[in-house]
């Protein structure tokens, strides 16, 4: 168990429609990750947070958006879905975003399935 | 930018076999490497790291060492076990400049182990 816990565990939802997707850090990282994991486009990275602060984006689609709580937990909000945005949705934390070296902890994902 | 090639696989071996998985990368600053590893049906594990050139990563009878000269990072296990059976992923963190520690993450060898 890493300490970091994601819901729900899995989605099942239809085209255009809205969701949103829970992460809960370990206890004391102040660093939050998302990352999509696709069949065609691997494990990819979405956005970053650190402290309730937006610190970074990857790929992320303007359809997609992200916060974090002062309570450090994030939640991912996922619109007008299309097919493709089927996918497993991980978050990890870390300690701090000032360092390389600091570990990625992973929850266990979100699988979403639009139909 | 930033990238990670890994062999594919899949990867067949059978158990006590000597275990190889190939890594290279291309990064602007100066990368930290990992390995994780995901089991079915679960999220992301940190197998090992390595932050500096000639830094060898180690855990579970897994070793990797971080060759700035071949820009590579090769997963080795001496003997592997039905309970390796995984996909392994290699992956960066470069800490060259700004505070954007993402990961980049190759795409993954699924490695089975046969008894």
């Known amino acids: 168990d890493s300490g970091v816990t994601q819901t729900p565990k899995h989605l099942i939802t239809a085209t255009g429609q809205r969701v949103t997707l829970r992460c809960s850090p370990r206890?004391?990282?102040?660093?939050v990750y998302w990352y999509q994991q696709s069949l065609d486009q691997g494990l990819q990275f979405l956005i970053q947070?650190?402290?309730?602060?937006?610190?970074a984006k990857g790929n992320i689609l303007e359809r997609f958006s992200a916060q974090q709580f002062p309570d450090l937990h994030s939640e991912l909000n996922l619109s007008s879905l299309e097919l493709g945005d089927s996918a497993l949705y991980f978050c990890?934390?870390?300690?701090?975003?000032?360092?390389?070296?600091?570990?990625?902890?992973f929850g266990p994902g979100t699988r979403l399935t639009v139909l | 930018g930033d990238s990670v090639t890994q062999m594919e696989g899949p990867v067949t071996l059978s158990e006590e076999a000597f275990l190889t998985i190939n890594c290279t990368y291309t990064?602007?600053?100066?990368?930290?490497l990992f390995w994780y590893v995901q089991y079915p049906g679960e999220g992301l594990q940190l197998l090992l790291k390595?932050?500096?050139?000639?830094d060898k990563g180690s855990n579970k009878g897994f070793e990797a060492t971080y060759r700035k000269e071949t820009t590579s990072f090769h997963l080795e296990k001496g003997s592997v076990q039905v309970s390796d059976s995984a996909v392994y992923f290699c992956?960066?963190?470069?800490?060259?400049?700004?505070?954007?520690?993402?990961?980049?993450f190759g795409k993954g060898t699924l490695l089975t182990v046969n008894p």
């Open positions: 990890a934390s870390s300690v701090g975003g000032t360092s390389g070296h600091n570990e990625q902890f």
């Open positions: 206890s004391g990282d102040l660093s």
């Open positions: 947070y650190y402290n309730g602060e937006e610190r």
């Open positions: 990064a602007t600053g100066y990368p930290s």
């Open positions: 390595a932050t500096k050139a000639d």
């Open positions: 992956a960066l963190s470069d800490h060259g400049g700004g505070s954007n520690y993402k990961l980049t």
